[in-house]
């Protein structure tokens, strides 16, 4: 592995993520109400699954999967290397919550202690993801499970980056190739943040260009873990379906479902479709 980009990507993301954190709640869209039912739906499971005491949130940012599990789970530990995101994590409530300032690669976890470990749309900020699968692995007991969700699916960035800025398409895709393609020229712009900077911070995604599920799941296992579970979030076109003003919300979230539903049955033919992938991996 070459150390010098490892540093690089962390410092990258400590001077962006210290600059961007008091907006960094308003400003991603996974802090909407739909998609927060829908990782507690996932989380409750999990929870139920391992009977879960105690967990570690890798990445945690700002808490967003602490103030979820937080109604759950009874001691909770988080880690980020970015100060200013871990200073914006709610810590009310009647779990413990235990926060620290560590690179995930080399924070060091009592083996086995742990039910759950979590790490929400935060892999592809990593130059190398192994060592923090292995810090995972490392962390639960026999039977844990690891789960990871929103991070960049490869097969939907390949797509995405091989067509033209400002060609003949229709609005959702070209708004897809300028967030895709172009979210450093906006982050420049409303933040004053540099482009190298935003994108060393983002590198699974804005320079490796995604995760694919066969290299996810060569890693996990080589980790330490048994069984890896996939699944993909959000394909092209939902948004619209979603926030489609010429009906309800709740039709709007209906018909969405039913499409996500067709083309989660031809997987993996369709998986090009889903801008997402995630995973439970289990120890």
Not at 36 to 44: D, G, I, S
Not at 91 to 99: V, Y
Not at 169 to 188: A, G
Not at 196 to 213: C, P, R, S, T, V
Request: charged share 25%.
């Amino acid at each position: 592995m070459n150390q010098e980009m490892y540093q690089k990507v962390i410092d990258a993301n400590i001077a962006i993520y210290n600059t961007i954190s008091k907006h960094y709640d308003t400003c991603e869209p996974h802090y909407r109400p739909e998609n927060v039912a829908q990782v507690e739906n996932k989380l409750k499971n999990i929870f139920a699954e391992t009977d879960a005491s105690k967990m570690l949130d890798l990445g945690c940012g700002t808490g967003f999967l602490i103030d979820i599990a937080k109604k759950y789970v009874p001691i909770i530990d988080g880690v980020d290397v970015t100060p200013a995101m871990l200073e914006k994590v709610d810590k009310s409530g009647n779990a413990r919550i235990t926060l620290y300032t560590s690179d995930t690669g080399s924070f060091p976890v009592k083996d086995g202690y742990y039910d759950v470990v979590t790490a929400y749309s935060f892999l592809h900020h990593l130059y190398d993801i192994k060592p923090t699968c292995i810090t995972a692995a490392k962390a639960l007991k026999k039977g844990g499970k690891f789960y990871n969700d929103l991070d960049p699916n490869f097969y939907y960035w390949e797509q995405i980056n091989s067509l033209q800025r400002g060609g003949d398409y229709h609005p959702i895709i070209n708004r897809e190739i300028e967030m895709v393609t172009y979210k450093d020229e906006d982050i420049e712009k409303n933040f004053g943040v540099s482009k190298d900077d935003f994108n060393h911070a983002e590198f699974g995604k804005n320079i490796a260009g995604g995760f694919k599920e066969e290299t996810l799941r060569e890693t996990l296992l080589s980790s330490g873990f048994s069984k890896v579970e996939f699944f993909y979030y959000w394909f092209l076109g939902q948004a619209s379906i979603v926030n489609d003003p010429n009906s309800s919300k709740a039709d709007n979230l209906k018909q969405a479902a039913l499409m996500d539903n067709s083309l989660q049955n031809i997987l993996p033919l369709s998986r090009h479709l889903y801008k997402y992938l995630g995973f439970i991996a289990t120890k």
